[in-house]
């Protein structure tokens, strides 16, 4: 079919989406031009903030005017950066919100570079003036900060190093700005034909649904047709991915960190071997993974199973159909457990216009959560009502705005903001709840047994698959790090090993998928997606406490919610009731992986 074929289902161009079905955003600005006045007000500050420089090792009341001031901008900042994002996100291709980004960019990379004397005048403050300070009221507010600021003393260079440093900002993102501008605006993927005879047109947002065809041709043509921009592109592709990941590079040498991994966990206090054992732990249990493969390649009643047929719905025949609203009440039915609160006010954001609810032109793919400490928690979501995957992804982002909301209202804005660590926790956690829910619901073996495979796939998709993921970037990160340059062939090279390794033999790799590796956004956030295995490892363990507990669990993970970092990671975890510092919490959720699988079986196979 030519791509140029129109397709029965057009996307609508943002101009055409009922405002019902967006978010408001007046919470942050109730226009773009009250936006550029705060914009402007926000630049005429940068003279004031570099009045501070040279005078922080005078006193403690010196150095406690700089902060707060330092946080008064940025929490302005955050409020003007949000906004930028969302409307930017809304149609990639308008013009106007682009600039907007742009010209925040600017400002705040300006802001960084006058501000860069921050981390060596606090460094430069004796060590013992500094703790006797930090005892001191006026300096309460900061104390956290602060000291986690002299955790960073081996990595913090000098003044001038960090200004220059800081004037990278303006292109620091380039590479990803351009992988977002060509897959979400510029590549056109043509129109394929589902398995009732639509003419759908194909799109970042839409491939996934597609892939839930029970057509198994519908299927594999739109693999084939959606990569065909993929291949048409490679090239440009690597380079853009191979310049982020010689960033992270460059930026944990010059910043004296041993590579771009211990770079990336340094921040959040991680050690190395939490994510080494996390690859471990999956390498350990991947002939499961593999069993599984074999097991849906028979309920399919495949010959050979690709990567394109895992992920179309078992045990029920037609995909069942969910409205917004129809989600909605799944969801908070779902989270019950969590308390009237909770779910009150969930109820109310996801019905009033917390979200962005459907796909339209231009707009960014996949679903993210975002807000400030000062506005409404914001849900990008491309929302189909085919299947129930679209109602996870809800549950889940909704796990992070109330994640948002619980933080701000109980820290400080300085401590207000999760580390993505532990926001992967409360997605995951809401998304385990809502399984149970349907688990409850089912009303036949085969509906029960889609469930069961959902779940199944949850864990896959999650652990299994984002662990691939993280050890891709650790072994991408290790090859540029040893000087082999990353170039697309290097690239599909690494990427096919692991597709071999974590598929097993009994899945047919069609080369097309060793460009898979080109499309994923969060590559270009380094070591990130670790977090999701861990996440989910956590969540399942948690609900597991709450679920079976009492109002100690309840509370117990209530005041995680409410922790923003006030705390490490690791000790919030351990707070809530896990610690992922132990090998248990990844292996007994793999083991839960296994046990789902034999439970399909049996249900579907006697």
Not at 6 to 19: H, K, N
Not at 55 to 66: D, F, I, N, Q, V
Not at 352 to 357: H, V
Not at 440 to 469: C, H, K, Y
Request: contains cysteine; hydrophobic residues 40%; charged residues 25%.
């Amino acid at each position: 079919m030519a791509n140029d074929e129109q397709a029965d289902e057009v996307l609508r161009t943002r101009g055409e989406v009922p405002i019902g079905d967006t978010w408001d955003l007046s919470s942050l600005f109730a226009s773009d031009s009250d936006w550029e006045r705060a914009l402007a007000a926000w630049e005429a500050r940068i003279p004031a903030f570099e009045a501070f420089a040279g005078t922080l090792a005078t006193s403690p009341e010196a150095l406690a005017a700089c902060l707060d001031d330092d946080l008064r901008v940025e929490r302005d900042g955050d409020r003007l950066a949000t906004y930028a994002h969302l409307r930017a996100s809304e149609d990639q291709a308008a013009p106007d919100p682009q600039q907007m980004m742009g010209r925040y960019r600017h400002v705040a990379t300006s802001f960084a570079a006058k501000a860069s004397f921050l981390l060596p005048e606090i460094l430069a403050i004796p060590a013992a003036t500094l703790d006797a300070w930090l005892r001191l009221p006026v300096l309460a507010p900061h104390r956290i900060s602060l000291e986690r600021i002299v955790r960073t003393r081996p990595h913090v260079l000098s003044e001038r190093e960090e200004r220059i440093l800081a004037m990278q900002g303006t292109f620091a993102g380039t590479a990803a700005k351009v992988f977002r501008q060509l897959t979400d605006a510029d590549m056109k993927f043509g129109t394929v034909v589902d398995g009732r005879g639509r003419r759908v047109e194909l799109s970042n947002a839409t491939f996934t649904t597609i892939l839930l065809d029970p057509d198994g041709g519908v299927r594999r043509n739109a693999f084939l047709r959606f990569y065909e921009q993929y291949e048409a592109h490679a090239n440009t592709l690597a380079a853009t991915l191979s310049g982020s990941m010689e960033r992270d590079v460059y930026a944990a040498r010059v910043r004296n960190h041993a590579s771009a991994v211990d770079a990336a966990l340094f921040a959040d206090n991680i050690p190395l071997a939490v994510y080494d054992q996390l690859i471990a732990a999956v390498r350990a249990h991947l002939p499961t993974v593999h069993r599984y493969y074999d097991l849906r390649r028979r309920l399919l009643g495949l010959e050979k199973i690709h990567q394109y047929d895992c992920y179309v719905p078992l045990g029920v025949d037609e995909p069942q159909r969910h409205t917004w609203d129809d989600a909605v009440g799944l969801v908070v039915g779902a989270l019950q457990p969590l308390g009237p609160d909770y779910c009150r006010r969930l109820d109310a954001g996801l019905r009033g216009r917390w979200c962005d609810r459907y796909p339209n032109a231009g707009k960014q793919s996949g679903a993210f959560s975002s807000g400030t400490y000062d506005s409404d928690p914001y849900i990008l979501m491309n929302y189909q009502d085919e299947g129930v995957e679209h109602v996870f992804t809800l549950a889940h982002e909704a796990g992070h705005s109330m994640h948002t909301r619980f933080s701000a209202e109980a820290q400080p804005y300085q401590l207000a903001g999760y580390t993505i660590f532990v926001a992967e926790v409360a997605s995951t956690f809401n998304e385990q709840f809502l399984a149970r829910a349907l688990l409850e619901r089912a009303q036949s073996p085969r509906e029960r047994a889609a469930i069961l495979a959902r779940e199944i796939d949850g864990i896959r998709n999650t652990i299994v698959r984002q662990t691939m993921f993280a050890e891709f970037e650790r072994l991408a990160h290790a090859s540029a790090e040893a000087g082999q340059p990353l170039t697309l062939e290097r690239i599909r090279g690494i990427y096919r090993g692991l597709l071999d390794a974590y598929f097993g033999p009994g899945v047919e790799i069609d080369p097309q998928l060793e460009l898979e590796c080109l499309r994923i956004p969060h590559f270009y956030n380094a070591f990130y997606v670790y977090k999701y295995a861990t996440g989910l490892s956590a969540a399942i363990a948690l609900a597991d406490r709450v679920a079976t507990g009492g109002q100690a669990e309840l509370d117990a993970y209530l005041g995680f919610l409410r922790g923003g970092c006030s705390r490490w990671p690791l000790e919030l975890l351990r707070d809530a009731g896990v610690d992922l510092e132990r090998p248990e919490p990844v292996a007994t959720a793999l083991g839960r992986f296994g046990q789902l699988v034999d439970e399909l079986e049996r249900t579907l196979l006697g």
